[in-house]
């Protein structure tokens, strides 16, 4: 894998980032609600979260499907966020793209898959001729595992598995610079989640693309990310290498998240019960919270008061070593 | 061991040599193809395997709730059950019309919890009107009575405020919340028998730790048999007693959980454990099975897993492998298994897996049947 260059700028740089929804004059949906991280060039950053936590609505503020309601947003070097210069917008069209979850959905029936692919490369003027767009339309769906008869057919006639690889096709043929997948894999089948998960990984080597990778699937996003970071209510609550959110996670929501992950070993499997946490009951409230450095990359959301709490209690269970989470 | 001893008297469900099959414009799809399976009293079984390899069709017919192009082309689902008049009555579940199947049996004795609790509920009724409906209609109890159990029930499956929620619509619940109704219901009328279709595919992992754990609770207290659906390794690890895995129509695999976790003999097993990345997964690259399932659609020859599997044998295409008895309760469908098969070891990552799972239990058997 390449070396990624963390004392480099990063790619995309997020600052107190919010989203929120107005429902109507009393209610506002508070999604995002001012997070900041960042993801260097090369990496896979991953986001997890259950439902609710606004992990797809970070995905979508980033690459400005939705307007943020406030935050900064640099990427590679573009501040793309409030109003954008058309410069800016086509610099973010064809630099950022984004995997989506459901590969039945997200193709258009009436298109071949070869005019799908070849949708990004005419609107963004990136093909010389009739012939070089084929070509590279050509290159791409070889890269992704599917062979030239496939570029005639119709999404129809794919099966899930496939039909991710035609999503993620569409996404790389740009050469983008970050790529989002949100929940790419979720609506596959184990033994294609295996696949599709290899083929990001191999095209990442190939093309050194940056990933920042939604899911709730914990095991397969310690396998392909780098960094990690857990969001809940809205807020990030902790940030770290894979390794330290793994092996010393401090924020008790991330502690109950690790303990939820079902281990395909029966015995152990039985005896395991997870850990609830509840946020009332604690009386955490994560407005109040500043982020705290553990090290240099690992850093969780908590008033000082429960940092200290939390940092003992990781202690405590680290000289027990109880960390099979 | 003495947890895996399975006792005659206790069956509840035997299905035996089941073949299903489906009508479709594009032909006649194979659905099921000769499947075998026990279900006995208090135990957990797991069906495992791709969607369209026929897990959901084999739970389906025991309920009588299949598509209505389907037909069952042979075979025998004898449930076992005691009847209102306190005998063990056994009957044979596909000699019966889905009508009678629906009114004697669907809600009373066999209870089903669905995938997606926001379609199994009604979003037109009250939680606790649902709830009552089973009860009123097979165990006749009063409005009043069945009122009653039903917050009873509420409070058994870990909803606060039982009273409150009873009044309230399903669009009002979250979506732990509202699975959580669903088995309320699927245990409002006592069943023996407990199908899960899927129940926490569409739920968050905190959820579905804790639903998972409720049925598991639910299950001891009654002694509930449990039919589980999934393609959650993890989940069946934490859950099953007895694990089928399915492939094509066709069970492959089956043996009580230690045997097919810790000794995998079926390529396609060895595929699925190798593929679910555990968190201590190291290794630069996923094993994937390669390849897609195959169309059902058409005739099969052979093992119908062969074409996606690196380890073949030249006979994997030429005739189905039989049944072969591993030792103990496990039976494997692969001619790897015929004494006559070259020896063939299971991937590497898997091979460190399963060393690692046994150190991590503290088994230092390598395989227990051998020494036994």
């Known amino acids: ?325 | 061991m003495e947890k895996f001893k399975r006792n005659k008297e206790d069956r509840v469900l035997s299905i035996r040599d089941l073949n299903i099959s489906f009508e479709t414009a594009g032909g006649v799809v194979k659905a099921i193809r000769g499947v075998r399976m026990d279900l006995f009293k208090g135990e957990t079984i797991a069906i495992v395997g791709e969607s369209g390899s026929g897990k959901s069709v084999t739970v389906k017919t025991i309920m009588g709730i299949m598509a209505a192009n389907g037909k069952i082309e042979s075979g025998t689902i004898n449930y076992t059950f005691t009847n209102e008049k306190g005998e063990r009555e056994t009957v044979d579940m596909t000699k019966l019309s889905q009508k009678e199947i629906r009114y004697r049996f669907n809600g009373k004795h066999i209870a089903m919890v669905f995938q997606d609790p926001m379609t199994s509920l009604d979003p037109t009724m009250t939680i606790g009107k649902q709830i009552t409906e089973g009860m009123m209609l097979h165990l006749h109890l009063t409005r009043e009575e069945a009122n009653q159990r039903a917050i009873k029930l509420l409070t058994d499956v870990g909803i606060e405020n039982p009273e409150k929620r009873f009044k309230q619509y399903p669009h009002q619940l979250s979506g732990g919340m509202r699975q959580r109704v669903v088995i309320a219901i699927a245990l409002a009328c006592d069943p023996d028998i407990l199908i899960c279709d899927e129940p926490t595919t569409a739920l968050d992992v905190t959820i579905q730790a804790k639903i998972l754990e409720l049925i598991k609770k639910i299950q001891q207290e009654k002694e509930l048999s449990v039919i589980y659906i999934t393609h959650d390794l993890g989940v069946v690890a934490k859950v099953a007693d007895y694990v089928d895995v399915m492939y094509a129509g066709r069970i492959i695999e089956k043996g009580n959980i230690n045997e097919v976790f810790y000794d995998p003999r079926h390529p396609y097993t060895w595929g699925l454990l190798a593929s679910m990345p555990d968190t201590d997964t190291n290794s630069k690259r996923l094993f994937a099975i390669p390849g897609t399932p195959p169309n059902l659609l058409e005739e099969i020859v052979g093992d119908a897993f062969a074409p996606r599997n690196p380890f073949a044998l030249a006979i994997d295409y030429k005739a189905e492998p039989p049944m072969f008895n591993v030792g103990g309760q496990h039976r494997v469908a692969s001619w790897l298994c015929d004494p006559r098969a070259p020896k063939i070891d299971p991937p590497e990552q898997l091979q460190e897996r399963l060393i690692r799972m046994r150190a991590e239990t503290g088994m230092s058997v390598v395989n227990e049947k051998e020494g036994a």
């Open chain 1, 1 to 325: 894998m390449t070396e990624i260059n963390y004392n480099a700028e990063p790619l995309l740089h997020v600052e107190n980032l919010k989203q929120h929804f107005r429902i109507n004059r009393k209610f506002t949906t508070k999604a995002v609600d001012g997070i900041s991280f960042d993801i260097w060039a090369g990496e896979t950053y991953g986001l997890v979260g259950e439902s609710g936590s606004g992990k797809s609505t970070t995905g979508r503020a980033l690459i400005r499907l939705y307007n943020p309601t406030s935050g900064k947003i640099i990427f590679d070097g573009h501040d793309i966020s409030g109003n954008l210069s058309s410069a800016d917008e086509k610099f973010l069209r064809q630099n950022m793209q984004m995997i989506f979850q459901d590969p039945m959905a997200c193709l258009n029936p009436r298109k071949k898959v070869s005019e799908i692919i070849a949708q990004g490369l005419e609107i963004n003027h990136l093909y010389k001729d009739k012939e070089d767009l084929e070509q590279k339309v050509l290159a791409i769906i070889d890269k992704v595992g599917l062979s030239k008869e496939h570029a005639t057919r119709y999404p129809a006639q794919f099966s899930g598995g496939q039909r991710q690889r035609i999503g993620i096709a569409r996404a790389l043929v740009t050469n983008p610079k970050l790529v989002i997948a949100d929940e790419a894999i979720s609506a596959l089948d184990v033994s294609i989640q295996a696949q599709v998960v290899n083929l990001m990984k191999d095209l990442q080597d190939e093309l050194g693309t940056t990933y920042l990778f939604i899911a709730h699937d914990l095991s397969m996003v310690k396998y392909i990310s780098d960094r990690i970071g857990v969001m809940h209510l809205g807020y990030i609550v902790e940030t770290g290498t894979t390794d330290e959110i793994f092996t010393n996670p401090i924020h008790p929501y991330t502690i109950s998240l690790l303990s939820a992950i079902p281990h395909p070993n029966p015995v152990l499997e039985k005896k395991r019960v997870s850990i609830t946490y509840d946020k009332a009951a604690e009386g955490v409230d994560y407005s109040k919270g500043v982020n705290h450095a553990i090290t240099k990359t690992h850093s969780v959301l908590a008033t000082d008061e429960e940092f200290e709490k939390w940092t003992r209690k990781a202690e405590m269970a680290h000289e027990a070593g109880k960390l099979n989470y």
